[in-house]
């Protein structure tokens, strides 16, 4: 089954914690701090590979999560870090943020990846909390949270030459011609529901992959007929090829099959209209097909080849000068280049302050990332927490919301009662 769309979640793992802990030896009876660091949380990695062509596995599978860091442990042992969790997706996936729409990823060549979900960093033990001043800090840190979030795949087929055309204009019996592909082929509108690929070896012994397109409609631009579905797996080609139903079977005109064509890819995309191609006049062995070849070739020349998908007539020709057009095309042209993933630097919004039904509910990455750090064993953790939160400004802004003594406050899970 084909499948060129899906969304999942990911989630890097959350680091170890750090620990308190101290030096316990014979004849060492006042030990210094010896708490451990955590290990930093496995990331999410997704990773290109040729030999998939589908997104079937994410139909089944839709959760992905690293592995969490080890704590750390006595005597200044840090936590061993989590391994990194790979996911294999086909090359030409592109990766987008579902809240945002932006893209993290395009995965275009083999081996190629990227950090999805990126595992949090390990929490301090109180070793590393030692200062002139406390010797013996009671004081260690949680790990990290790892990252997470939703994201959209979209499969956006890599091949050379896209073959565009009308539903029953002969698309898939041409490349089963050409090609060693054998796609559906009936004598119904529609037969073809989803991309095949073929590899087409020209006399030389070289090859080039064409896509056969879905047949588009009138309106494909604006989704009818499921346009955007197929219509993205037009993107990367470099050459395209129009299949026309040269004998008009299907009670349309030739020629308005072919402006209608151009027009929606034009719509939908209108780079697409650069990009090399050739118009096929398909189904020659049909008489009636013989009148409208010639006004084909009186309107646009030598950018007509007369073909017959079904007895083979003029295929051999139609591929050697489809090569010679893919060739005059650098792949880097249609396909992003050596460093396609897209990198943005988020900077992490501090707190925000919403008062629900008298609670005053505070959210942000940062103070919640400091929450979830914070370890509430110990007095010195709370201290901390306090201390960090007032240089984020957050009691002011409080102030200035009209808290007062013995109103909550809620972060995230957790409920404090305010006092001055």
Do not use: C
Not at 160 to 172: M, R
């Amino acid at each position: 089954m084909f499948v060129d769309h899906a969304r999942i979640y990911v989630r890097g793992g959350d680091g170890g914690n750090g620990i308190v802990a101290f030096r316990r030896e014979k004849y060492v009876p006042m030990g210094g701090p010896a708490g451990g660091d955590g290990g930093r949380g496995g990331n999410v990695i997704f990773i290109a590979d040729e030999g998939l062509s589908t997104l079937m596995d994410f139909k089944y599978r839709r959760h992905f999560k690293a592995i969490r860091g080890a704590h750390g442990q006595g005597k200044n042992m840090h936590g061993a870090g989590g391994e990194d969790f790979t996911v294999k997706v086909p090359v030409g996936t592109v990766i987008r943020d579902d809240d945002s729409g932006e893209v993290i990823a395009d995965l275009t060549k083999n081996g190629q990846e990227v950090v999805v979900a990126r595992g949090g960093r390990g929490g301090r033990g109180n070793a590393r909390f030692a200062t002139s001043l406390n010797k013996a800090p009671s004081l260690s840190e949680n790990g990290e949270p790892g990252q997470e979030r939703w994201v959209k795949l979209e499969l956006k087929l890599l091949a050379d030459v896209g073959l565009v055309g009308f539903p029953n204009a002969g698309k898939s019996t041409l490349i089963s011609r050409i090609s060693a592909a054998r796609p559906k082929i009936a004598d119904y509108p529609f037969t073809t529901l989803v991309p095949n690929l073929g590899v087409v070896m020209t006399r030389s012994k070289e090859s080039f992959v064409v896509a056969d397109i879905p047949g588009l409609i009138e309106g494909a631009h604006q989704g009818l007929g499921l346009g955007h579905e197929f219509l993205r797996h037009i993107e990367r080609t470099r050459v395209l090829l129009f299949v026309l139903d040269t004998a008009q079977t299907e009670g349309r005109d030739v020629l308005e099959d072919y402006q209608v064509l151009r027009q929606e890819l034009e719509l939908y995309r209108p780079d697409l209209m650069k990009r090399p191609f050739l118009i096929v006049a398909n189904k020659m062995d049909v008489p009636e097909a013989q009148a409208n070849y010639e006004r084909l070739r009186a309107k646009f020349g030598h950018l007509v080849h007369a073909v017959s998908a079904v007895t083979g007539l003029g295929v051999n020709v139609l591929v050697e000068e489809t090569f010679r057009l893919v060739q005059s095309v650098p792949r880097d042209i249609v396909v992003s280049g050596e460093e396609p993933v897209m990198r943005r630097f988020e900077e992490e919004e501090t707190f925000r302050i919403e008062r629900v039904n008298g609670v005053f509910e505070v959210s942000g990455k940062r103070i919640e990332k400091l929450l979830a750090m914070t370890n509430f064993a110990t007095d010195e953790g709370l201290q901390r927490f306090q201390r960090i939160a007032e240089k984020m400004g957050l009691e002011e802004a409080l102030r200035r919301q009209g808290i007062k003594p013995g109103d909550t406050v809620k972060i995230s899970d957790f409920e404090f009662e305010y006092s001055e």
